[in-house]
């Protein structure tokens, strides 16, 4: 899987531009606050995912602008394909191959990318939000059963937090919430199966990326802490009976206190809860480990190369760390934004463009 061109109209500060990657690396530079960021999210949302900048769509809209047009090129399923996407106050709507407009999510999986950004780093000790999120953005392009589920789940889930708010005040609140608690097990069964086959899937790969990086000294280890199953028999009457079990906690919170949106991933590295003891360079390991074990699954998934969106993340890394990087690229198409191109050009036979204030060329 390659992006092979891609033209941009009113996204953010870039008013018009025209993208020739590489079909290998690709290096995009310049000063920070220019629109290097802006080009890959452009890139990556054609995977039919929000931005993984977590930003509202009217925001990625040039100011004073109505919409905003992406059209690309790109190779998949052994064949060259076309989208044009666009964003709106209708919302993100894409068509693939001159077909019908639809939601850009209903072609999540076509068209696949790995993204690594200084954000990911605050995995290992953020809240537990980014790592589902994390989980989340890559089985949604993996699974169009997944994005289904969450829809659903999602969906039910701020309707049941919306009654819970006024719960005390709703003559039929219980009846209403038995409801939606029968359809949140059902639809929790699907999503919970998935990230922990993915999460296992995840620690099998991760391991030997953190071992190699740290020189086998230290051990990764991953886990998916479910809220509703404690093994892997997802049985949805059981996961009923536990969301039952909260209501009373849920009712004095105002919101659903168990479930997939509750829920971790557990991470330790030698055998310590990773977001209380890991170092800064410990920190920087495990989620390099993370980003290449996600790429080698789309790899194996998908039985093609994924396309990585390296933003800004080698001058988060120590020399060691970056060299380790780049020399796991693999065959993948690596679109890489950074200040200085020279340590990429040095490693790699890169194509380099520079970006300010929103216009791009090629270098």
């Known amino acids: 899987m390659r992006l092979i061109s891609e033209k ?10 025209e993208f020739v990657p590489s079909e290998t690396v690709t290096v995009i530079c310049g000063e920070n606050g220019q629109g290097k960021t802006n080009l890959l999210e452009s890139i990556f949302l054609l995977s039919g995912a929000k ?6 769509d009217r925001e990625m809209i040039t100011k004073e602008e109505e919409f905003s047009v992406i059209d690309a090129l ?7 394909q076309s989208f044009h996407f666009t964003i709106s106050d209708k919302g993100r709507r894409a068509s693939l191959n001159h077909g019908s407009e639809q939601k850009a999510s209903d072609f999540a999986g076509t068209f696949c990318c790995v993204v690594f950004s200084p954000d990911h ?14 989980l989340d953005t890559a089985l949604c ?22 009654l819970l708010k006024d719960a005390r005040g709703i003559a039929a609140a219980f009846d209403i919430l038995d409801i939606y608690d029968r359809q949140l097990a059902d639809n929790a069964v699907g999503i919970s199966k998935a990230r922990r086959a993915f999460v296992g899937q995840l620690d099998l790969v991760s391991r030997e990326a953190y071992a190699s990086i740290s020189g ?6 991953l886990g998916y802490q479910s809220t509703l199953f404690d093994s892997g028999d997802f049985d949805p009457e059981e996961a009923y009976k536990r969301i039952l079990a909260a209501r009373t906690d849920d009712i004095r919170a105002g919101f659903s206190t168990v479930g997939p949106h509750r829920d971790d991933l557990d991470m330790k590295i030698n055998g310590d809860p990773a977001k209380i003891y890991a170092s800064q360079g410990q920190q920087r390991t495990a989620v390099l480990a993370l980003k290449l074990a996600e790429a080698e699954l789309f790899r194996q998934k998908l039985e093609e190369e994924p396309i990585l969106l390296l933003d800004d993340v080698l001058s988060e890394l120590d020399g060691y760390r970056q060299e380790f990087l780049l020399k796991r690229l693999g065959r993948s198409q690596a679109i890489i934004t950074c200040c200085d191109p020279n340590f990429v050009e040095r490693q790699t036979d890169a194509k380099v463009f520079r970006m300010h204030r929103g216009v791009l060329t090629e270098e």
């Open 8 to 17: 941009i109209l009113n996204f953010r500060n870039i008013a018009s531009a």
């Open 141 to 162: 392009q993996l699974s169009p059963r997944y994005l289904n589920d969450l829809r659903n789940y999602t969906r039910l889930i701020q309707q049941k937090n919306t």
């Open 216 to 221: 086998k000294w230290e051990e990764m280890e």
């Open 121 to 134: 780093l605050e995995l290992v000790k953020g809240t537990p939000s980014e790592r589902r999120r994390f």
């Open 74 to 80: 790109f190779f998949a399923g052994q064949r060259e």
């Open 51 to 56: 931005s993984f900048r977590k930003v509202k």
